[in-house]
């Protein structure tokens, strides 16, 4: 079951023993934290986002007036989720560390059906590995990813250092989404 859902290798190097519901619920936030990231992302002029894993934080993102939405790839195939964010008409960054090309194409699709006039989406280019070696950050994926799907590709960068950034922007990449731990 999820509730006892064993850790990744990388989540327990970084977070202990227990199962993976102990550590996401030690992380979790309220609705009123993000309503304070929100506030001090404003303050300071960034842009606040965040990815969302269900359709109340969807909801909670949508009152907060977010620019844009943020699918993560464990999501990319709950098609009710992506419909669900893809109505409210935001752009969307739609990261694919986990998906197969033909489950990118069936988001890409319900993104499209979602509404008369669907939201732009960047397709983020990812490798589900934190953190993921630099030999297997494989960048050249970036072009592939736009040459298939013909729309905007960032990349999702989880690599220690910058090169992998500044390979994925020299080969087209749009956006450059950093994770830091």
Request: with cysteine; aromatic share 6%.
């Amino acid at each position: 079951t999820t509730l006892a859902a064993p850790k990744a290798e990388y989540q327990e190097t970084n977070n202990g023993a227990g199962t993976q519901q102990e550590m996401l619920k030690k992380y979790e936030l309220s609705q009123k934290q993000f309503q304070e990231l929100s506030e001090y992302a404003r303050e300071v002029d960034i842009p606040f986002f965040a990815s969302h894993f269900d359709k109340h934080t969807l909801q909670w993102l949508v009152e907060m007036n977010t620019p844009v939405f943020k699918l993560s790839s464990g999501e990319l195939t709950d098609l009710i989720l992506v419909s669900q964010t893809a109505m409210h008409n935001r752009p969307i960054m739609l990261s694919t560390g986990m998906a197969e090309e033909d489950e990118i194409a069936d988001a890409l699709r319900e993104i499209e059906s979602a509404s008369n006039s669907p939201p732009p989406v960047v397709i983020l280019h990812a490798v589900s590995s934190y953190p993921c070696p630099l030999d297997q950050a494989n960048v050249k994926a970036v072009a592939t990813l736009a040459d298939r799907f013909g729309r905007p590709v960032g990349y999702s960068d989880h690599t220690e250092g910058d090169e992998a950034a500044l390979a994925a922007v020299a080969l087209g990449a749009c956006v450059i989404e950093k994770h830091l731990t």
